[in-house]
């Protein structure tokens, strides 16, 4: 039993020493029969994070690093680290210690009770902005109300998961990826513990507002069609509405001529039907933004120096 802990890294610098030390303390006691690998992915950090890898990597064996070749968003970088793992069951964690490592040894005994997937769920989060919590719960709920496939509420991407879930990912070659997501739908056996998610020990949030509403907008139009249809709805409500008042227009002007210049209502329909409309056009663009990157076909993200063996599968 080999095991693989993936952790993407974007401006860690404080917190990357204290993880590599809090890991091994946790994982050496396990005595794992197959070892077990740490894969870190610079994901294009600005501070001091790659050279602090670099010498991690110098001293400890099982310490991999890819260095992305910029930016490339977490969920890109943790997929960099799945497509390389061996293990025959993956960890991922963030790298500010949000995610208790100590948690480990619990996600892989419940595996080892027959499940493919044991993810770690929030049972109440510190730190995080009232804001940050309440758009989560939010979006999280609803998420759930839209889609087919049961996704998790409240839980991030801190779980273990086995090697059959790996390949299944592996399979999935879309650009947009919102992994959490993914994995629910892979299916198998999955449950999960609970945990009380700390503070940031370091360093501040790479998720900005900005990649948040990429990421939820990626999971949404992965995962569910709802949005369209609700386009598609509101234009047949809209009209069969428009449809009534254009009987009553007629019915006023040629039967019962008591009509009014009618500003107002003018105004009223005009900027509600060209909302409406905004907002579906609007709904579409993100499908076919979505359609235009797949269609494009690039690789996922470009790697521009690694210890890892020389390898050439999914995302190259
Ligand atoms: N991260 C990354 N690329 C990014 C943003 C974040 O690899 O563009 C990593 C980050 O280093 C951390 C994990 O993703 O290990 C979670 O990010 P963060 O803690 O900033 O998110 P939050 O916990 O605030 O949602
Ligand atoms: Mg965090």
Redesign the pocket.
Known sequence: MKLSVI??????ESNIDELHRRLLSVLEPMALSGGFELIF?N??SRDQSLPLLLNLAARDTRVRYIDLSR????QI??TAGLDRATGDAVVII???L?DPPELIPQLLAKMREGYEVVYAKRRSRQG?SAA?KLTARLFYRLLASITHISIPVDT?DFRIISRKVVEGLRLMPEQNKFIRGQISWIGYRQTFIEYDRAE?AGG????TYR??IRLALDGITAFSDVPLKAATISGFAVSGIAFFVGLYTLYSRFITHDYQPGWASLMVSILFLGGVQLISVGIIGEYIARLSANVRQRPLYLISDTNLPPYAGPGK
């Open positions: 952790i993407p890294i974007y401006n860690e992915i994901d294009g930016n490339f968003g977490h970088a943790v963030d790298a500010d949000q995080d940050k991030g940031r501040e949030t790479g998720y990649k948040m």
